[in-house]
């Protein structure tokens, strides 16, 4: 591995260094570091709701607390009408 690649990754970790984990039912985000991972609540701690850490599909974790597709394969994370006001109400 050459050292341009080994600074890119070190300057990765450091700007994206924390991963992010959130709830499936009200969307609750708490970042994590990496040793903390194994303290992460298997539930939110706000509504009781599935806490997600990482991706059903491929087991990656997110870096982007507005992730709703896996950066790695795809896989819809979370419902995406979770963003601001859901749609349905958006209207009025
Ligand atoms: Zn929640
Ligand atoms: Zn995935």
């Given at each position: 591995?050459?050292?341009?690649?080994?600074?890119?990754?070190?300057?990765?970790?450091?700007?994206?260094?924390?991963?992010?984990?959130?709830?499936?039912?009200?969307?609750?985000?708490?970042?994590?570091?990496?040793?903390?991972?194994?303290?992460?609540?298997?539930?939110?701690?706000?509504?009781?709701?599935?806490?997600?850490?990482?991706c059903p599909g491929c087991d990656a974790?997110?870096?982007?607390?507005?992730a709703v597709e896996c950066e790695a394969?795809?896989?819809?994370?979370?419902?995406?009408?979770?963003?601001?006001?859901?749609?349905?109400?958006?209207?009025?």
């Amino acid at each position: 591995m050459s050292k341009a690649s080994e600074w890119l990754r070190e300057e990765r970790r450091k700007t994206l260094g924390d991963w992010v984990a959130f709830c499936m039912y009200c969307g609750f985000v708490q970042r994590y570091f990496d040793e903390f991972e194994d303290e992460l609540p298997a539930t939110c701690r706000q509504c009781g709701g599935e806490f997600r850490a990482r991706c059903p599909g491929c087991d990656a974790r997110f870096s982007s607390a507005f992730a709703v597709e896996c950066e790695a394969c795809g896989a819809q994370l979370r419902p995406r009408e979770q963003f601001g006001v859901p749609i349905r109400r958006a209207g009025k």
